[in-house]
Protein backbone atom coordinates (compact mmCIF):
# COMPACT_ATOMS: atom_id res chain seq x y z
CA UNK A 1 0.00 0.00 0.00
CA UNK A 2 2.69 2.41 0.74
CA UNK A 3 4.28 2.08 -2.63
CA UNK A 4 0.86 2.82 -4.55
CA UNK A 5 -0.14 5.67 -2.14
CA UNK A 6 3.79 6.97 -3.32
CA UNK A 7 2.18 6.00 -6.87
CA UNK A 8 -0.67 8.12 -6.93
CA UNK A 9 1.28 10.90 -4.80
CA UNK A 10 3.53 10.66 -7.79
CA UNK A 11 0.54 10.79 -10.42
CA UNK A 12 -1.01 13.36 -8.44
CA UNK A 13 2.45 15.72 -8.80
CA UNK A 14 2.50 16.29 -12.11
CA UNK A 15 -1.40 17.26 -12.57
CA UNK A 16 -1.91 20.74 -13.60
CA UNK A 17 -3.34 22.87 -10.42
CA UNK A 18 -6.79 23.45 -12.21
CA UNK A 19 -7.20 19.41 -13.31
CA UNK A 20 -6.65 18.58 -9.47
CA UNK A 21 -9.43 21.39 -8.43
CA UNK A 22 -11.65 20.04 -11.11
CA UNK A 23 -11.02 16.87 -9.90
CA UNK A 24 -11.98 17.96 -6.39
CA UNK A 25 -15.03 18.93 -7.56
CA UNK A 26 -16.36 16.09 -8.97
CA UNK A 27 -15.24 14.29 -6.34
CA UNK A 28 -17.03 16.47 -4.31
CA UNK A 29 -20.50 15.74 -5.76
CA UNK A 30 -20.01 12.04 -6.06
CA UNK A 31 -19.73 11.52 -2.40
CA UNK A 32 -21.85 14.09 -1.40
CA UNK A 33 -24.62 13.89 -4.34
CA UNK A 34 -24.77 10.49 -5.60
CA UNK A 35 -23.14 7.77 -3.14
CA UNK A 36 -24.03 10.03 -0.31
CA UNK A 37 -21.42 9.12 1.97
CA UNK A 38 -21.78 10.23 5.64
CA UNK A 39 -24.35 12.77 4.33
CA UNK A 40 -26.65 11.77 6.56
CA UNK A 41 -24.09 13.00 9.64
CA UNK A 42 -23.38 16.01 7.73
CA UNK A 43 -26.88 17.49 7.04
CA UNK A 44 -27.62 16.55 11.01
CA UNK A 45 -24.97 18.49 11.93
CA UNK A 46 -24.73 21.55 9.84
CA UNK A 47 -28.66 21.86 11.13
CA UNK A 48 -27.75 21.96 14.57
CA UNK A 49 -24.41 24.64 13.71
CA UNK A 50 -26.43 26.56 11.33
CA UNK A 51 -30.09 26.93 12.32
CA UNK A 52 -30.43 30.49 10.11
CA UNK A 53 -29.57 28.59 6.72
CA UNK A 54 -32.39 27.10 4.96
CA UNK A 55 -31.75 23.63 3.67
CA UNK A 56 -30.91 24.64 0.05
CA UNK A 57 -27.80 26.56 1.78
CA UNK A 58 -26.77 24.22 3.71
CA UNK A 59 -26.55 21.90 1.27
CA UNK A 60 -24.58 24.13 -0.79
CA UNK A 61 -22.01 24.66 2.48
CA UNK A 62 -22.37 20.57 3.03
CA UNK A 63 -21.27 20.52 -0.45
CA UNK A 64 -18.14 23.27 0.13
CA UNK A 65 -16.85 20.99 3.08
CA UNK A 66 -17.34 17.84 0.94
CA UNK A 67 -15.07 19.69 -1.98
CA UNK A 68 -12.38 21.39 0.83
CA UNK A 69 -11.88 18.10 2.40
CA UNK A 70 -10.98 16.26 -1.13
CA UNK A 71 -8.78 19.09 -1.55
CA UNK A 72 -7.08 18.54 1.33
CA UNK A 73 -6.76 14.96 1.10
CA UNK A 74 -5.15 15.81 -2.10
CA UNK A 75 -2.56 18.33 -0.77
CA UNK A 76 -1.37 15.76 1.38
CA UNK A 77 -1.21 13.18 -1.43
CA UNK A 78 1.01 15.36 -3.56
CA UNK A 79 3.23 16.58 -0.27
CA UNK A 80 5.60 13.45 -1.37
CA UNK A 81 6.49 15.22 -3.59
CA UNK A 82 5.32 18.99 -2.98
CA UNK A 83 6.08 21.41 -0.11
CA UNK A 84 2.40 21.71 1.81
CA UNK A 85 3.37 25.34 3.58
CA UNK A 86 4.79 26.93 0.44
CA UNK A 87 1.60 29.37 0.57
CA UNK A 88 0.75 29.33 3.91
CA UNK A 89 0.50 32.70 5.73
CA UNK A 90 0.58 33.01 9.14
CA UNK A 91 -1.54 36.23 11.11
CA UNK A 92 -0.69 36.76 14.37
CA UNK A 93 2.67 36.00 14.33
CA UNK A 94 3.21 38.30 17.13
CA UNK A 95 0.97 37.06 19.58
CA UNK A 96 3.11 33.47 19.10
CA UNK A 97 6.34 34.89 19.83
CA UNK A 98 5.10 36.59 22.24
CA UNK A 99 3.92 33.78 23.88
CA UNK A 100 7.03 31.99 23.43
CA UNK A 101 9.24 34.58 25.38
CA UNK A 102 7.33 33.57 28.47
CA UNK A 103 10.34 29.87 28.18
CA UNK A 104 7.34 27.80 28.63
CA UNK A 105 6.30 26.76 25.62
CA UNK A 106 2.65 26.97 23.87
CA UNK A 107 -0.60 25.10 23.64
CA UNK A 108 -2.33 25.72 20.47
CA UNK A 109 -6.38 24.75 20.87
CA UNK A 110 -6.58 23.63 17.02
CA UNK A 111 -9.32 21.37 14.87
CA UNK A 112 -9.96 19.86 11.37
CA UNK A 113 -10.95 23.06 9.89
CA UNK A 114 -9.19 24.27 6.64
CA UNK A 115 -5.75 22.16 5.89
CA UNK A 116 -4.60 21.40 9.22
CA UNK A 117 -1.55 19.60 8.13
CA UNK A 118 -0.26 22.46 6.37
CA UNK A 119 -0.86 24.56 8.86
CA UNK A 120 1.38 22.52 11.30
CA UNK A 121 4.15 22.28 8.65
CA UNK A 122 3.90 26.33 8.27
CA UNK A 123 4.42 26.99 12.15
CA UNK A 124 7.31 24.56 12.42
CA UNK A 125 9.19 26.38 9.26
CA UNK A 126 7.92 30.00 10.16
CA UNK A 127 7.65 29.99 13.92
CA UNK A 128 9.40 27.01 15.91
CA UNK A 129 9.05 23.48 15.92
CA UNK A 130 5.84 22.52 16.09
CA UNK A 131 4.27 19.19 17.30
CA UNK A 132 0.33 18.15 17.42
CA UNK A 133 -0.69 14.87 19.30
CA UNK A 134 -2.03 12.23 16.56
CA UNK A 135 -2.59 8.48 16.58
CA UNK A 136 -2.10 5.68 14.24
CA UNK A 137 -3.53 6.03 10.38
CA UNK A 138 -4.68 3.01 9.01
CA UNK A 139 -2.67 -0.47 8.32
CA UNK A 140 1.32 -0.21 9.05
CA UNK A 141 1.75 0.63 5.42
CA UNK A 142 -0.84 3.59 5.26
CA UNK A 143 0.75 4.96 8.46
CA UNK A 144 4.19 4.47 7.14
CA UNK A 145 2.88 7.12 4.12
CA UNK A 146 1.32 9.22 6.61
CA UNK A 147 4.07 9.59 8.68
CA UNK A 148 6.83 10.50 6.07
CA UNK A 149 5.11 13.15 4.35
CA UNK A 150 4.32 15.04 7.65
CA UNK A 151 7.88 14.17 8.39
CA UNK A 152 9.02 15.88 5.02
CA UNK A 153 6.95 18.77 5.58
CA UNK A 154 7.91 19.64 8.74
CA UNK A 155 4.24 18.51 10.78
CA UNK A 156 6.00 17.36 13.69
CA UNK A 157 3.85 14.78 16.20
CA UNK A 158 3.66 12.89 19.01
CA UNK A 159 2.18 9.50 19.00
CA UNK A 160 1.27 7.98 22.72
CA UNK A 161 3.28 3.84 22.18
CA UNK A 162 2.77 3.42 26.07
CA UNK A 163 0.64 4.73 29.42
CA UNK A 164 2.41 7.74 30.39
CA UNK A 165 4.99 8.53 27.52
CA UNK A 166 2.64 10.74 25.53
CA UNK A 167 2.60 13.14 28.25
CA UNK A 168 6.42 12.89 28.53
CA UNK A 169 6.70 14.22 25.23
CA UNK A 170 4.39 16.94 25.82
CA UNK A 171 6.44 18.16 28.78
CA UNK A 172 9.96 17.84 27.22
CA UNK A 173 8.94 19.63 23.97
CA UNK A 174 7.07 22.40 26.08
CA UNK A 175 10.48 22.05 28.71
CA UNK A 176 12.05 23.02 24.88
CA UNK A 177 10.16 26.31 24.34
CA UNK A 178 7.93 24.39 21.67
CA UNK A 179 4.28 24.43 20.38
CA UNK A 180 2.39 21.43 21.00
CA UNK A 181 -1.18 21.37 19.27
CA UNK A 182 -4.22 19.47 20.87
CA UNK A 183 -7.02 18.83 18.03
CA UNK A 184 -10.35 19.06 20.14
CA UNK A 185 -12.86 17.79 17.70
CA UNK A 186 -12.05 14.17 18.32
CA UNK A 187 -13.75 12.45 21.47
CA UNK A 188 -12.23 9.43 23.47
CA UNK A 189 -13.56 6.77 25.48
CA UNK A 190 -15.46 7.70 28.28
CA UNK A 191 -15.03 11.72 27.46
CA UNK A 192 -18.04 13.51 29.30
CA UNK A 193 -20.84 15.39 27.35
CA UNK A 194 -20.68 19.32 27.42
CA UNK A 195 -22.81 21.71 25.29
CA UNK A 196 -21.20 22.08 21.47
CA UNK A 197 -23.97 24.19 19.64
CA UNK A 198 -26.74 23.92 22.25
CA UNK A 199 -26.39 19.62 21.87
CA UNK A 200 -24.79 17.66 24.76
CA UNK A 201 -21.53 16.50 23.15
CA UNK A 202 -18.69 14.34 23.78
CA UNK A 203 -16.05 16.26 24.52
CA UNK A 204 -12.01 15.40 24.50
CA UNK A 205 -11.39 16.96 28.16
CA UNK A 206 -7.87 15.82 28.67
CA UNK A 207 -6.08 18.57 27.65
CA UNK A 208 -7.72 20.65 30.37
CA UNK A 209 -6.45 18.15 32.25
CA UNK A 210 -3.16 17.82 31.07
CA UNK A 211 -2.75 21.80 31.20
CA UNK A 212 -3.67 21.26 34.92
CA UNK A 213 -0.50 19.50 35.51
CA UNK A 214 1.51 21.76 33.01
CA UNK A 215 0.09 24.89 32.41
CA UNK A 216 1.44 27.37 29.95
CA UNK A 217 -0.09 29.67 27.37
CA UNK A 218 -2.95 28.64 25.12
CA UNK A 219 -3.35 29.86 21.75
CA UNK A 220 -6.63 29.17 19.75
CA UNK A 221 -5.28 28.75 15.87
CA UNK A 222 -7.01 27.56 12.59
CA UNK A 223 -6.51 27.81 8.96
CA UNK A 224 -8.65 28.87 6.26
CA UNK A 225 -8.58 28.10 2.44
CA UNK A 226 -7.60 30.84 -0.04
CA UNK A 227 -7.32 28.18 -2.68
CA UNK A 228 -5.45 25.40 -3.71
CA UNK A 229 -1.83 25.08 -1.63
CA UNK A 230 -3.19 28.19 -0.61
CA UNK A 231 -4.09 29.10 3.36
CA UNK A 232 -4.55 31.49 5.79
CA UNK A 233 -3.69 30.80 9.50
CA UNK A 234 -4.93 32.88 12.34
CA UNK A 235 -3.35 32.71 15.77
CA UNK A 236 -5.25 34.71 18.11
CA UNK A 237 -3.83 36.21 21.56
CA UNK A 238 -3.40 33.64 24.38
CA UNK A 239 -6.07 32.36 26.32
CA UNK A 240 -7.08 33.60 29.94
CA UNK A 241 -7.64 31.06 32.14
CA UNK A 242 -9.23 31.56 35.84
CA UNK A 243 -9.48 28.67 38.07
CA UNK A 244 -11.07 27.59 41.27
CA UNK A 245 -8.96 25.41 42.75
CA UNK A 246 -11.60 22.35 42.41
CA UNK A 247 -9.66 20.39 39.49
CA UNK A 248 -12.49 18.52 38.20
CA UNK A 249 -14.73 21.19 38.01
CA UNK A 250 -12.10 23.17 36.33
CA UNK A 251 -11.48 20.60 33.52
CA UNK A 252 -14.89 20.59 32.74
CA UNK A 253 -15.08 24.48 32.46
CA UNK A 254 -12.10 24.76 30.74
CA UNK A 255 -13.55 22.17 28.23
CA UNK A 256 -16.96 23.97 27.93
CA UNK A 257 -14.95 27.49 27.09
CA UNK A 258 -12.90 25.04 24.60
CA UNK A 259 -16.15 24.34 22.69
CA UNK A 260 -17.69 27.83 23.20
CA UNK A 261 -14.27 29.21 20.90
CA UNK A 262 -14.35 26.29 18.16
CA UNK A 263 -18.05 27.06 17.67
CA UNK A 264 -17.63 30.63 17.24
CA UNK A 265 -14.73 30.15 14.16
CA UNK A 266 -17.05 27.53 12.83
Not at 91 to 112: I, T
Not at 140 to 153: A, L, M
Request: proline share 4%; hydrophobic share 40%.
Amino acid sequence: MYYFLKFCSFILSKLPVPVVCLLATILSHLFYDVLRVRRGVVDKNLSIALKDKNPSERNSIARESYKNFIMTFLEFMRGYYHDMSLDVTIEGKDHLHGALKGGRGVYVLCFHIGNWEAMGAAVTKQVTPSYVLVKKVGSDSVNRFVSYVREKNGFLTIRSMKKGDGYKKIVKALESNRIVGFVMDQSRPGSPKLPFFGVPAKTNTSFAAIWLKRPAPIMLAYAVRKGFNQHLVYFEEPIEIELTGDNEQDILSMSTRFNSLLERVI
